[in-house]
Nanobody, 115 residues
Framework: QVQLVESGGGLVQPGGSLRLSCVAS????????MGWYRQAPGKQRELVAR???????NYEDSVKGRFTVSRDNAKNLAYLQMNSLKPEDTAVYFC?????????WGQGTQVTVSS
């Protein structure tokens, strides 16, 4: 069993930055793929970024060059640095880890980009 808890969301103006954090209840990020997802009202959940156990990162096209995913294995933490935020980035952001056939999710953190 793994618990994931996100934090760092909030209200930010367009062009601003936020850093989301995801803390795991045990050391997993160095062993498994970790993903950041988001879900806007009325839309399906989508993968925003992910980082593999070897540190390879992938990003959804609309966030490339603006978002950066990273992790601190010693602290069981993963991060999503979000810069140059746009109103269309408004969503609930979730972190997730797949271990075998099971996928674990945090409760999500709200990001609102608005002037």
């Amino acid at each position: 069993q793994v618990q994931l808890v996100e934090s760092g969301g909030g209200l930010v103006q367009p062009g601003g930055s936020l850093r989301l954090s995801c803390v795991a209840s045990r050391s997993i990020f160095s062993f498994y793929v970790m993903g950041w997802y988001r879900q806007a009202p009325g839309k399906q959940r989508e993968l925003v970024a992910r980082i593999t156990s070897s540190g390879i990162t992938n990003y959804e096209d609309s966030v490339k060059g603006r978002f950066t995913v990273s992790r601190d294995n010693a602290k069981n933490l993963a991060y999503l640095q979000m810069n140059s935020l746009k109103p269309e980035d408004t969503a609930v952001y979730f972190c997730s880890v797949r271990i075998g056939s099971l996928e674990y999710w945090g409760q999500g953190t709200q990001v609102t980009v608005s002037s």
